[in-house]
Structure formats: structure tokens, C-alpha cells
């Protein structure tokens, strides 16, 4: 069965996305037997990777040694077969700790199909979060699909546990949105998966 990483990008303890990310935790059951997945929920909060520093690039490093909390992250971006990342928009931009993560990897997701998800606490939804990720992911060989989802207003839709806010009458057009995210994010990483690309 593939396994995909579900990643919140940003360490701030009162982070809104984190309503969202405890959403998925609630439903992760669910989406796994719907759409015949693993789930892997990371929050990038709890690996506490220290700012890059390594003196070569992860590309040109073969023989990398790394501590605990760096090989974690490492070894479950190379163990996963796609990718479903969470970010708010700081600035018009994505989070530098989403960004410093990422500085981590090499060849890990390199082919591996990957949903973006932006939120916010505005009417935008987080959209130039994506406009900045889009080709840093795409220079790091991330496949990234092209329809954005968005969620505007975040915190209006989930509580900080991930429960629905009382009589939300955006429910079911966001339940619907969640469930097709994960639904492609599902479809494009089988399907790369079992047709890797190859240059040979």
C-alpha cells in the first residue's frame, strides 16, 4: 500500500494550520480505507532540525551522517511514495521552516507526487504561499500537482482539535475539498509509483 507524508509547515504552537493538520488526524482512518493509503502526519515542530549547516549539499553528499532528529526526517521523506504538504502564507511566501526542512533532502523526493494544500486566516486562502513553493519544489524534483487547494478563513471551519466549528455551513463544500485533495494526492502518487519515470 503507498504511503503518503502529510506535513505541516510551520513550528508555531498556535499555528491555525494546526486545526486543519488535527482534522486530518481525526480522519485519518477514514481517508486510509476510502483511498487505500497510509497516512504519515508529520509536523516538522517536533523534529527540531537546527538550521542546515551541513558543508556540502545533500546532492553531492553520498555519505551523509546525520543525528536522530535530521535522519527521521531524511529517512521518512525517502520512505514515502508522495507527498501532501500544509502551509500558511507568511508574508506573501511560505514559512522558512518549511523551507529549512526542505534544504534537508536530496534525492529523496525526487518523481514522487506531491498535493499542496495553502491556508489562511484571510479570503486568499494562503495562494502566494504556493506561488513561492511552487519552484522550489520543482527545482528539488518534487512532481507537484497543478490544482491548488486552498482554505480560506481556516480557523472559522476547525477547531484547534480538529473538530468542525458548530452549525459551519461551509462543512460539506470543505469536506468535499479535504476528501478530493487526498483523493488525487492518493490517484497521482499509485500512479507514479507503479510508472516511475526513467530516462534509460
Known amino acids: 500500500m503507498i504511503k503518503i507524508n502529510v506535513i505541516l509547515g510551520t513550528s508555531r504552537p498556535a499555528a491555525r494550520g494546526r ?9 485519518q482512518e477514514q481517508f486510509e480505507q476510502q483511498f487505500k493509503v497510509n497516512l504519515n502526519l ?3 515542530s517536533e523534529l527540531h532540525l537546527p538550521f542546515f549547516y551541513e558543508d556540502e549539499p545533500p546532492l553531492g553528499n553520498q555519505n551523509r551522517t546525520l543525528p536522530p532528529n535530521e535522519a527521521q526526517w531524511v529517512n521518512q521523506m525517502a520512505a514515502a511514495d508522495g507527498y501532501l504538504i500544509l502551509t500558511p502564507e507568511y508574508n506573501h511566501s511560505f514559512p522558512a521552516v518549511l523551507k529549512n526542512a526542505l534544504d534537508f533532502l536530496g534525492e529523496e523526493p525526487r518523481g514522487k507526487a506531491t498535493k499542496v494544500i495553502t491556508y489562511a ?25 497543478p490544482h491548488l487547494t486552498s482554505i480560506a478563513k481556516v480557523a472559522t471551519h476547525w477547531q484547534p482539535d480538529g473538530k468542525w466549528q458548530p452549525d459551519d455551513p461551509k462543512q460539506a463544500v470543505f469536506e468535499h475539498r479535504i476528501s478530493t485533495a487526498v483523493q488525487e494526492a492518493a490517484f497521482y502518487t499509485k500512479l507514479l509509483a507503479d510508472h516511475p519515470f526513467s530516462s534509460n
Open 19 to 27: 486545526n486543519l493538520f488535527n482534522y486530518f488526524r481525526l480522519q
Open 121 to 145: 486566516d484571510n479570503a486568499r486562502g494562503g495562494q502566494w504561499a504556493f506561488n513561492a513553493l511552487l519552484p522550489v519544489l520543482t527545482r528539488m524534483n518534487f512532481f507537484v500537482l
Open 42 to 44: 508529520i509536523e516538522l
